[in-house]
T-cell receptor
Framework: SYVLTQPPSVSVAPGKTASITCGGTNFRSISVHWYQQKPGQAPVLVIYYNSDRPSGIPERFSGSKSGNTATLTISRVEAGDEADYYC???????????FGGGTKLTVL | QVQLQESGPGLVKPSETLSLTCTVSGYSISSGYYWGWVRQPPGKGLEWIGSMYHSGDTYYNPSLKSRVTMSVDTSTNKFSLRLSSMTAADTAVYYCTTAGTPSYCNYWGQGTLFTVSS
């Protein structure tokens, strides 16, 4: 089954830029989606199809993909961005969703 | 705006079957979208269970497929999950989700905790 690799944790100071990576294989032909989950809350889709933002998501959130790594970038980080972030893909070989293990973003 | 609300007993005995329903408001199930389920064991990451279209097109997590039954009821605008042969490893917060494609989850319910215990 497809495996997505995320760093367990990332720390960033307020006002700085946070980059959360998601590693996989054959990313050229795969779209990556990203979710934010704050403690005790349901996940929220923040990026879909690699770089599109749903309505209501701040422009500070952006997504990109290069080679076999996708990156969620959060610019001008705020205390309220502290959360777990998950990447996700559709494994077309088996027609199912795969989540990464998640990255805990800590705002220092 | 689509809104989702899970409902179910909260406690299931080992070997029994979990039955969970998601009530949809703000959108008609029969209008489209894929209706699915994701779970999250306490303190752990997200695990996709499966999703289905109202007309029956269904997708499953291969590791759970043999125990999962999903259904959609357009008359009540609800969809349901049944997970058989429950064990302690199935203790988790269960979320219902939806999107216009099975490939990601755009809208989420608030989640409900199911505990497997005798």
């Amino acid at each position: 089954s497809y495996v997505l690799t995320q760093p367990p944790s990332v720390s960033v100071a307020p006002g700085k830029t946070a980059s959360i990576t998601c590693g996989g294989t054959n990313f050229r032909s795969i779209s990556v989606h990203w979710y934010q989950q704050k403690p005790g809350q349901a996940p929220v889709l923040v990026i879909y199809y690699n770089s599109d933002r749903p309505s209501g998501i701040p422009e500070r959130f952006s997504g990109s993909k290069s080679g076999n790594t996708a990156t969620l970038t959060i610019s001008r980080v705020e205390a309220g961005d502290e959360a777990d972030y998950y990447c996700q893909v559709w494994d077309s070989s088996g027609d199912h969703v795969v989540f990464g293990g998640g990255t805990k973003l800590t705002v220092l | 705006q689509v809104q989702l609300q899970e409902s179910g007993p909260g406690l299931v005995k080992p070997s029994e079957t979990l039955s969970l329903t998601c009530t949809v408001s703000g959108y008609s199930i029969s209008s489209g979208y894929y209706w699915g389920w994701v779970r999250q064991p306490p303190g752990k990451g997200l695990e996709w269970i499966g999703s289905m279209y109202h007309s029956g097109d269904t997708y499953y997590n291969p590791s759970l497929k043999s125990r999962v039954t999903m259904s959609v009821d357009t008359s009540t605008n609800k969809f349901s999950l049944r997970l058989s042969s429950m064990t302690a490893a199935d203790t988790a917060v269960y979320y219902c989700t939806t999107a216009g494609t099975p490939s990601y989850c755009n809208y989420w319910g608030q989640g409900t905790l199911f505990t497997v215990s005798s």
